[in-house]
């Protein structure tokens, strides 16, 4: 038994580090946190300062007693999580699940994963730093409280499964607010002039244009008919150097953002990435708002660009970090070794990998020079001038190796750079073609994961750790959506003077087209104005980030933890009450107009099934007509005339096969709908634009598709890609094929494979099941729950034991017990539709 046990949080970590110790040392991983407050509302004692109760997971309750033993029987514990708050707690939770004692435990902390790093940690051990501990349970605590507390108010008011949290709300009110302005952007028309020029010679271009936009044709046609007959001379020539500094190495934020501009990495995939690399000893820590760079790695720098490119490319920087709120201010993100240029692995970690060292290797990199030029061409007959630009690269520093990338390119941007002739003032040049082109202002750009993630930072939101999960997590819930969007078609005028003659054109261009862009959906818009509305502070960039402000004071031991609490709690839990009591049933609804066919008001809102148009009322005699918006289409934007084409739908196309053929939308999406059959279109298809032609290709599709591939116990087995991934169909059940199976060619041992897994799992699914009630209470991932309609809803403890209830309570527990459960947390669950239907009858008139 080795005199020493070393844990850390994961096994990839553990396999490095072992590499590095003695024969005396075992390193066990932890596999991350070992315990977690327990479910439900005894996590957490408000009345007794916050007091939590956690318990070991069923699956770390091995990982737990392995440790205890190999603890015992150490001499010495050392505990090596990662050194900041996340890692001080799992060091924490270790030392109390483990029941470690001080007198042979001892902390230690490193930056990155090298044999001297490791070694240096060892001979500077600390204990547990309980300021980082409180920092960490203040923002868990907090985090669960807004979360326990606002979620069943959301349930409530808006629909079941919604969930709410204090960086997530901010993350998907700064996507709201960024939609609503661009939508509300009136765009505005110039025209811009350009114009070639030759010295004489085709191949000594000269590019220009007109500082100056016009607003109307008229004068812009002007200004062209003004240049036909006029001469061009350079009025004047100006020359100056300028130079280019390198960016800093990276830091979380910085590293994200890079990596989405020039690898199309998501958030969540660049930490996953650097993670590996971490891990593997090949970067440094990769959770850091800090530039700085250590004197040692400063050195091996400057050895590297000496050997590699010359001394004059090296030049010494020292970076100061400058993000408010900055924390555990450790290294920048670097390379542990500058000389190792690239790594194995996978092209995602070499590519990662090369990102990392040409950053932090270009911040020890001379400045770039260039030679700027600008010239200012006169106009014999106008008094305005023609400017052109050009640079020249004399000396290229750090460009050699890295240049660092913008979110949003402008068209002037992307045409810098320009290398002008040699040129004299006075000079006269030839005019070859000049045009006026009509440009439109735009609105300002909707936000990719790297430019949310600049703008949580530059407000102070969240931390390094918080990013990657708050991104994926406001798109998990549904709220908001990454993805492409075609542009639309739109005309513009161009003049162009070509040899002494001008031509007016109508041209087109495609606006609008975004690629791997945040649009937030109508249920994430409906939700941030009901928390806007009654939870203000929540949603507050303010107020968000200075609680981040306080969790770093706390950290630094200047704050109490509990009463920085106790100050957010109580003002928090006041608003829920009011809110549970008096706030009315948010959808979302707006009033587009009225129906000229039946006079009945039009209405858009979002509904138990999603977004969807409503003419007439709830109350009327005849029940209201509904119909599902398409995909492009949402609540905030459909117009009048477009929601009441959607009453148009079903629509019947004719007969194929002697079975009738229709279009349609539903919940899920348009349709073809064939005899009793309804075939799914996709989202993305417009169905107004669908004809017999090609309604019939969709069916022949279908058909090849749901032509059996196996047979199982003499039963046909299909397949199909559905909304969540691809599929086998057998005996009616639907069995999600992962992706560790060849989709493409399922050989019929995974076919039983699958099908037999399935049907293990649906025999120990229901404990219990009420069909007419529509209720059931079902094995989950994480537990027991109850399902109710499509609804998922809590089991809490058995009032009588305080306790978690037992599989053999369950087993036994009756239909009214689960009844008061379904109401405690959706509490209009069991009204019938007329008292719904009075209820809102009366919130009206008052």
């Not at 025209?191 to 936009?213: C, H, M, Q, W, Y």
């Not at 403890?797 to 009756?814: C, F, G, W």
Request: glycine share 6%; hydrophobic share 35%; net charge neutral.
């Amino acid at each position: 038994m080795a005199k020493n046990l070393l844990i850390v949080e994961s096994p990839a970590k553990a396999k490095t580090i072992e590499g590095y110790l003695g024969k005396d040392f075992l390193v066990k991983s932890s596999f991350g946190h070992i315990r977690d407050l327990v479910k439900g509302d005894m996590a957490i004692d408000i009345e007794n300062d916050f007091k939590q109760t956690y318990e070991v997971p069923a699956d770390k309750k091995n990982v737990v007693t392995e440790l205890k033993k190999l603890a015992k029987n150490a001499e010495t514990v050392w505990l090596a999580s990662d050194e900041d708050r996340e890692g001080e707690a799992i060091s924490w939770h270790l030392f109390e699940t483990l029941g470690l004692k001080k007198d042979n435990t001892k902390r230690i902390v490193f930056h990155e994963i090298t044999k001297p790093a490791i070694l240096k940690a060892i001979e500077n051990p600390r204990g547990i730093d309980y300021d980082l501990v409180n920092a960490q349970q203040a923002r868990r605590v907090l985090d669960r409280l807004v979360g326990f507390e606002l979620s069943p108010v959301l349930w409530k008011k808006i629909k079941p499964a919604l969930s709410a949290g204090r960086v997530q709300s901010v993350a998907v009110r700064l996507i709201v607010d960024r939609e609503r302005e661009i939508n509300q952007f009136e765009s505005k028309a110039a025209f811009k002039i350009t114009a070639i020029f030759d010295t004489g010679s085709s191949k000594n271009i000269v590019k220009a244009e007109l500082p100056e936009r016009f607003e109307d044709e008229e004068s812009a046609h002007q200004f062209l008919k003004d240049c036909k007959s006029a001469l061009f001379t350079i009025g004047s020539l100006e020359t100056k150097p300028t130079k280019r500094n390198p960016a800093p190495p990276f830091t979380t934020s910085t590293l994200q953002q890079e990596a989405s501009r020039k690898l199309g990495f998501s958030v969540a995939r660049t930490m996953q990435v650097a993670q590996k690399l971490y891990e593997a000893g090949k970067i440094t820590y990769m959770r850091t708002d800090s530039v700085n760079l250590s004197d040692s790695a400063i050195a091996a720098a400057a050895a590297e660009i000496n050997s590699a490119y010359g001394e004059k490319y090296y030049q010494y920087r020292k970076y100061k970090t400058k993000t408010a709120g900055a924390q555990e201010a450790h290294e920048a993100i670097r390379p542990t070794y500058f000389e190792q240029h690239r790594v194995t692995g996978d092209i995602s970690e070499q590519r990662l990998y090369e990102l990392i060292w040409k950053r932090a290797i270009a911040s020890q990199m001379s400045e770039a020079n260039f030679e700027k030029t600008v010239v200012k061409i006169d106009i014999s007959t106008r008094k305005e001038q023609l400017v052109a630009e050009g640079e020249v690269l004399k000396f290229d520093g750090f460009l050699k190796v890295y240049l660092e990338s913008n979110d949003e390119e402008t068209d002037e941007e992307k045409e810098n750079g320009n290398i002008l002739p040699p040129l004299a003032k006075g000079q006269s040049l030839n005019l070859n073609n000049m045009q006026a082109v009509e440009k439109f202002s735009r609105p300002p750009a909707r936000f990719t994961e790297a430019s949310l993630v600049k703008k949580l930072e530059e407000l102070g939101i969240g931390r390094p750790s918080t990013y990657a999960p708050t991104i994926s997590t406001v798109q998990n819930r549904g709220y908001v959506v990454k993805e492409d969007r075609e542009g639309k078609s739109r005309s513009f005028r161009q003049f162009e003077l070509k040899n002494g003659e001008i031509n007016r054109q109508i041209k087109t261009e495609i606006t609008g087209a975004e690629k791997a862009k945040l649009f937030p959906t109508d249920i994430g818009e409906v939700v941030n104005d009901f928390l806007v509305e009654h939870f203000k502070n929540i949603v507050d960039f303010n107020f968000t980030a200075s609680v981040e402000k306080e969790f770093d004071e706390i950290a630094q031991g200047l704050k109490n933890w509990t009463d920085m609490l106790h100050t957010f709690y109580k003002p928090f839990h006041k608003d829920v009450e009011n809110t549970l009591e008096n706030a009315e049933r948010a959808t979302g609804e707006r009033l587009l107009g009225i129906d000229p066919a039946s006079g009945k008001n039009v209405y858009t809102k979002v509904g138990r099934f999603g977004p969807l148009v409503q003419i007439g009322e709830n109350e009327d005699e005849e029940k209201p007509k509904f119909a599902s918006l398409l995909k492009n289409q949402s609540v905030g934007t459909i117009t009048l005339e477009e929601a009441l084409d959607l009453f148009k739908l079903p629509l019947e196309l004719g007969q194929y096969e002697d079975k009738d053929v229709t279009i349609g939308i539903g919940r899920f999406g348009p349709y073809v709908k064939w005899g009793d059959a309804f075939i799914s279109i996709g989202k993305s298809e417009d169905p107004f634009a669908i004809g017999m032609d090609r309604a019939v290709e969709i069916i022949k599709e279908k058909q090849t598709a749901d032509a059996p591939i196996a047979e199982y116990k003499n039963l046909p087995v299909t397949k199909g890609t559905g909304r969540f991934g691809p599929f086998i169909k057998w005996n009616n059940l639907f069995i999600n094929v992962p992706k560790a199976y060849n989709f493409d060619a399922l050989s019929q041992k995974d076919i039983e494979e699958l099908i037999s897994k399935k049907i293990d799992k649906e025999a120990n699914r229901f404990i219990q099941v009420w069909e007419s009630e529509k209720i059931a209470i079902e094995n989950g991932r994480w537990g027991p729950f109850i399902r109710f309609g499509k609804a998922m809803l809590k089991l809490g403890n058995n009032p009588s034991t305080q306790q978690k209830y037992t599989p053999e309570e369950l087993a036994e527990i009756d239909l009214e017990t689960v009844k008061k459960i379904i109401v405690s947390q959706v509490p209009d669950a069991f009204e019938t539709k007329a008292k719904k239907t009075t209820a809102k009858k009366v919130a009206k008139k008052k």
